[in-house]
């Protein structure tokens, strides 16, 4: 059971520089531990760059380049509780001259933060859904 593929779920997920991921999670069962590339493809949560036990913990994504979790607690890793995740840089696409500058940002701007609700909503999902 559990069938619950991370790698799948992050695969075709964009974050750019300035995103912020969600992590909800019951910490009885589980938490959050930032690793490097070996670690994560090891699921070795000894050494951790960053660790998160708070249930419900924001990490802002600051740098370019992809970032690896995996959850702490003994064979979750193994068992897929693991995400990577590919940080964009922003991408400012020139604005063409006939949009109106205001409208189109404020509509860019609203359909990114659903789409950005979206995706923490599933994230949310996946981890309450991963309880054994
Ligand atoms: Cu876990």
């Not at 949560?45 to 760059?49: E, I, L, M, R």
């Given at each position: 059971m559990g069938g619950v593929d991370y790698q799948d779920w992050s695969a075709d997920k964009n974050f750019h520089v300035g995103d912020v991921l969600v992590f909800n999670y019951n910490i009885q069962f589980h938490n959050v531990k930032q690793v490097t590339s070996q670690d994560f493809e090891a699921c070795n949560?000894?050494?951790?760059?960053a660790t998160y036990t708070n249930g419900s913990d924001a990490i802002n994504l600051e740098r370019i380049g992809h970032v690896y979790f995996i959850c702490g607690f003994p064979g979750h890793c193994q068992a897929g509780q693991r995400i990577e995740i590919l940080v964009s840089p922003v991408t400012s696409s020139p604005s063409p001259a006939h949009w109106p500058s205001s409208s189109r940002s404020g509509a860019s701007s609203d359909l990114y933060s659903n789409k950005l609700r979206w995706t923490l909503s599933v994230l949310a999902f996946c981890l309450s859904g991963f309880a054994y």
């Open positions: 949560a000894t050494s951790p760059v």
